[in-house]
């Protein structure tokens, strides 16, 4: 396991991040619609939690490498960016995602997953260590990618269950 005070360099970065995305693809791989899309007990569906992937990769790839505001990152107006700014992902931010975003369809969600996530692959590789390697960055970073796919995999898994797979699932 990689030192969390410490990052990887680029290509074991893209190694965590590409072997825990593979697994995230087939936490889902082969359910329909209807199973990818029915809220589970809290409410989530697994697109929400695809969904939900998708914005803090963008917010990890357009804030902590690009330098940009997070209310830019999040597509937020300034009143709506005062009136988030003292949450955090747990204490208000993912609901707020979450109300959004709830109403993309399927494909839509796949198609943004798959989007930010070739866009998040190409700005690690083409961005110098020295950015990478800050603590805050490099934790950021895999906080929003492959420590993030690990645990969204599991509430996937969760959230499907032994409920076999009907047929392929679309893939993004």
């Given at each position: ?108 969600t796949l198609e943004r997953l798959q989007a930010s996530h070739t866009a998040l692959v190409a700005r690690i590789e083409a961005t110098p260590w020295a950015r990478l390697e800050p603590v805050e960055v490099g934790s950021h ?32």
């Amino acid at each position: 396991m990689a030192d969390p005070a410490r990052p990887p360099r680029v290509p074991e970065l893209l190694g965590l991040i590409e072997a825990a995305w593979a697994d995230l693809l087939a936490s889902f791989e082969g359910y329909d619609e209807a199973a990818l899309t029915r809220p589970g007990r809290e409410g989530w569906s697994v697109k929400d939690h695809l969904a939900h992937v998708t914005r803090w990769e963008h917010v990890a790839r357009t804030v902590y490498l690009e330098g940009r505001p997070f209310a830019e990152a999040a597509g937020m107006d300034e009143a709506t960016a005062r009136a988030t700014e003292h949450m955090r992902a747990e204490s208000g931010l993912n609901d707020w995602f979450h109300a959004r975003d709830r109403d993309l369809t399927l494909a839509q969600t796949l198609e943004r997953l798959q989007a930010s996530h070739t866009a998040l692959v190409a700005r690690i590789e083409a961005t110098p260590w020295a950015r990478l390697e800050p603590v805050e960055v490099g934790s950021h970073v895999a906080g929003n990618t492959f420590e993030h796919y690990r645990e969204h995999s599991a509430h996937i898994r969760g959230l499907l269950g032994a409920t076999p797979p009907l047929r392929p699932s679309p893939r993004p």
